[in-house]
């Protein structure tokens, strides 16, 4: 039997001078380099603490089409989509599989001088001095074979820059639209860069346009400066045959915040890993994820936060919801290292199964080399309260509603915790058409989308 | 009008009501009294149709509908309500939204179109004045962080917006201090119409004194054992349950 590497070996041996020739010098010199990590580690295996929930070699057995001359789709992502947040002002950029989608006829509202928010490639060949110190510097490709394939493979994606004190009045949204007529297999590369003082919120949003399989490989680096601030929010609102692999890499300077969120309302096979470093004193990270999941969908995040530097925070909340025979995981370590004193740290993943096949896995770790801390992790998995739904039933609400009620609010109190109130707001709402079963498109699409096509029920 | 006729009923296999006659008519306030574990509680779950528990044989009926075919939230819409003993926390849930919830399955139910969101906080902040419910408990999710007194307050308040024609107080009075008890037993009163009825489970007259009963039962060990005017009430609440239980009676009331 062929390894499923074998495929992706054979792509890079046959292709590599055209991966480059349509990339630029500073992604471009990582690429060897990630490629023999890649055929020394392989996939890795499910006896690999950190891919225990996930068959990565299955996801990858199968042959997609990768986009190795850069050939630009046919789409107007402009046009096809109008899944904005209502009363959510944001300056709105599009990443089409996994290249920057550039349209000189917009017109956006203009960004603060000296703020980027572009093509990756085309800054790095303009501006190599932003890119070159930070690009693959969190996301090893020795570490991790998602990196290594992503770093082997990526030929743009988003760059993101925030200089010194500088804050980005209005949020940013970022929306990676799939698209293609064939099985697909996109590679994105992020790169956020906060300088000192700076502050960006940021909302990403995942959408597939096709009915079509897509593999995607994303790994996004993020430098929070010192006295900085992020809040960044993912929204993966695809479909069951969408596969997608994301690693961040967030790394928190002394006195920045950072608030890094992943909701997922639809997906097929989606596997986030969110490595976070504070690496400065009084550093505060907070997590929060929620899932809700369905059919056959399995849903993986698996967190580090690591705890470098003392005085240092992190609080950390998932909330998954499974319905059908859905898959989910959460597997949360928080290292707190020798020297990293005062640190504060919650973590909670707290899940429910609403039939007998949907099955959750979690797995909080805490581990702890300092002796002055204060530490909490802990985990639930249960079944919807039903002292409660009788009581809503036995006051007129009809049973689908009751679960309903109690799903939503179950889901709530991540979504409440969310800082951008029309953002907040609009998660309700979709939240609550994905329990009804109404998100079959995201609603606000165009014709065009086919944002979580088949669900149950 | 509630007609119960021979309810054997019970709960994972054990039969704890075993043959109850029972009919509450329009406009009429029943209190049902016994021991802990006598089945009030197992009678007032039937009603209003746990699913825990199993009818074994025999039928209820409401104003002539087989109550034992419906939903639970069926009968809510029939007009069934029970106070909860223990009203239960459900964190999330506002009250707003699970009132709103409610009241409009109940219109629906009946043909009738969502109340306007306006008509509805409107509703809701008159009903609160009955029973001097807090705004800010209003606005807090159902029974979180409530004490046991603004339970039983919410209670009536939800009894209050939706207006049930029979209802059930099971055991409202317990964890109740005086001047909460006398604020909930008038908070129901107010309620009261020549229309409406009720079935008050108690230990104890005090509630009694409030709510005052048309009909008093006794129920031990599964059966009405006895029914008689109030005066039951303060008869059981200076001798106690035994000199009724069945066995014991026999004897007893011979010396009477």
């Not at chain 1, 990339?23 to 060897?32: F, G, H, Q, T, Y």
């Not at chain 1, 969908?297 to 998954?320: F, G, M, V, W």
């Not at chain 2, 089945?39 to 009926?61: D, M, R």
């Not at chain 2, 004194?209 to 129920?219: A, E, K, S, T």
Request: hydrophobic content about 40%.
């Amino acid at each position: 039997m062929m390894r499923s590497e074998q495929q992706y070996i054979d792509l890079f041996t046959a292709h590599h001078e055209a991966l480059s020739a349509h990339s630029v010098p500073a992604m471009n010199a990582l690429r060897e380099q990630a490629f023999e990590d890649f055929c020394r580690m392989g996939f890795p295996t499910q006896k690999v603490e950190r891919y225990k929930y996930t068959d990565v070699a299955e996801a990858f057995a199968p042959d997609y089409g990768v986009n190795v001359r850069g050939l630009a789709f046919p789409v107007n992502p402009y046009q096809a989509f109008r899944c904005d947040v209502p009363n959510l002002s944001t300056s709105l950029y599009f990443v089409v599989n996994d290249r920057f989608y550039d349209d000189e006829t917009v017109k956006r509202p203009s960004l603060p001088e000296g703020v980027i928010i572009d093509s990756l490639s085309r800054v790095a060949r303009e501006r190599p001095q932003l890119v070159e110190p930070y690009y693959g510097r969190l996301a090893r490709s020795s570490k991790d074979a998602i990196n290594a394939l992503n770093t082997m493979l990526a030929q743009d994606g988003l760059f993101i820059y925030v200089p010194r004190n500088l804050a980005v009045p209005r949020p940013i949204q970022v929306v990676n639209i799939l698209r293609a007529d064939v099985p697909l297999m996109a590679n994105r590369r992020t790169l956020v860069v906060l300088e000192e003082g700076a502050q960006l919120q940021l909302l990403i949003c995942d959408h597939a346009m096709d009915d079509h399989a897509f593999l995607t490989t994303q790994v996004v680096e993020t430098f929070v400066g010192e006295n900085a601030h992020l809040e960044c929010y993912e929204l993966e609102e695809t479909h069951s045959q969408n596969h997608r692999f994301s690693n961040t890499y967030v790394d928190l300077s002394a006195c920045s915040t950072a608030t890094l969120g992943s909701i997922t309302l639809g997906c097929g096979l989606t596997r986030n890993r969110t490595d976070v470093t504070l690496s400065g004193e009084n550093g505060e990270a907070r997590l929060i994820g929620a899932v809700i999941a369905d059919g056959e969908q399995h849903a993986d995040n698996n967190t580090l936060i690591d705890h470098r530097a003392p005085n240092c925070q992190s609080t950390e909340l998932y909330k998954y919801v499974l319905d059908g025979s859905a898959v989910g995981a959460f597997a949360g370590r928080v290292l707190v290292r020798e020297g990293a004193q005062k640190t504060t740290s919650q973590e909670t993943n707290a899940n429910l199964c609403a039939t007998r096949t949907a099955r959750m896995y979690t797995q909080p770790m805490l581990e702890i080399y300092a002796d002055d801390v204060k530490c909490s992790h802990g985990s639930t998995v249960g079944q919807l309260n039903d002292a409660a739904l009788f009581y809503m039933r036995q006051r007129g609400v009809p049973e689908d509603e009751a679960r309903l009620l109690l799903k939503f609010a179950f889901v709530g109190e991540v979504i409440d915790s969310i800082h951008l109130p029309a953002l907040r707001d609009r998660l309700h709402y979709l939240v609550e058409k994905r329990f009804r079963g109404e998100l079959g498109r995201c609603a606000g699409c165009g014709d065009n989308m086919k944002c979580g096509g088949e669900r149950q029920q | 009008m509630l007609e119960i006729h021979d309810l054997h009923a019970g709960i994972n296999g054990k039969e704890i009501l075993k043959g109850i006659d029972l009919v509450v008519k329009e406009g009429e306030v029943h209190a049902l009294m016994g021991h802990n574990g006598a089945g009030k509680s197992t009678l007032s779950n039937v009603i209003v149709g746990h699913p825990a528990y199993e009818v074994t044989q025999g039928s209820i009926t409401w104003n002539g509908k087989d109550l034992l075919a419906l939903k639970p939230e069926e009968r809510a819409h029939e007009g069934i309500f029970l106070s909860f003993q223990q009203p239960v926390e459900i964190p999330g849930v506002s009250m707003v939204n699970f009132m709103r919830a409610a009241l409009n399955a109940k219109r629906k139910y009946h043909g009738l179109e969502p109340l306007p969101a306006a008509d509805f906080l409107k509703l809701m902040r008159e009903k609160r004045k009955i029973v001097e419910l807090d705004n800010k408990l209003a606005n807090r999710s159902v029974n979180e962080g409530f004490s046991g007194g603004e339970r039983k307050r919410n209670e009536i308040f939800q009894m209050a917006m939706l207006e049930p024609t029979l209802s059930i107080l099971d055991e409202t009075d317990s964890g109740l201090d005086v001047d909460a008890l006398r604020v909930v037993a008038e908070g129901f009163n107010k309620l009261r119409t020549p229309q409406t009825s009720a079935i008050v489970i108690t230990h104890y007259q005090r509630l009694l004194d409030y709510i005052r009963p048309d009909v008093v039962h006794v129920l031990i060990d599964g059966r009405i054992v006895k029914t008689a005017g109030p005066e039951l009430a303060a008869e059981i609440e200076q001798r106690g349950f035994d000199w009724l239980k069945p066995e014991a009676g026999e004897d007893k009331t011979d010396h009477i």
